[in-house]
């Protein structure tokens, strides 16, 4: 079983920063691509960001140059800086990770969702 733990989101004020982090644990053999979703109430859910294993990353259009994502592959952990953050940012975050296990199975998981909200 593979278990992604987020910490980090708040609320703030527009202009401001937060960081997020999301830790992967469990019977985990390697761990693939990790990134981050959000979802505002009454909107799907969207791609914020997504960092390879080797450190290729992928930006939403609405964040890029704002938004870093970073990760530790020791620690199986991804990380979200979040800078100059508008009220449009204002969502649950999600964690996500292409995970294979050590039963040699490949799929996604999902951390619990962190709430960010920015005022304006």
């Known amino acids: 079983q593979v278990q992604l733990v987020e910490s980090g989101g708040g609320l703030v004020q527009a202009g401001e920063s937060l960081s997020l982090s999301c830790a992967a644990s469990?019977?985990?053999?390697?761990?693939?691509?990790m990134g981050w979703y959000r979802q505002a109430p009454g909107k799907p859910r969207e791609l914020v960001a997504t960092?390879?294993?080797?450190?290729?990353?992928n930006y939403a259009s609405s964040v890029r140059g704002r938004f870093t994502i970073s990760r530790d592959n020791a620690q199986n952990t991804v990380f979200l800086q979040m800078n100059s953050l508008k009220p449009e940012d204002t969502a649950v975050y999600y964690c996500?990770?292409?995970?294979?296990?050590?039963?040699?199975?490949?799929?996604?998981?999902w951390g619990q969702g962190t709430q960010v909200t920015v005022s304006s």
């Open positions: 996500n990770a292409r995970v294979s296990t050590y039963s040699g199975a490949v799929r996604g998981y």
């Open positions: 469990g019977s985990i053999s390697s761990v693939f691509v």
């Open positions: 960092i390879s294993g080797g450190g290729v990353t």
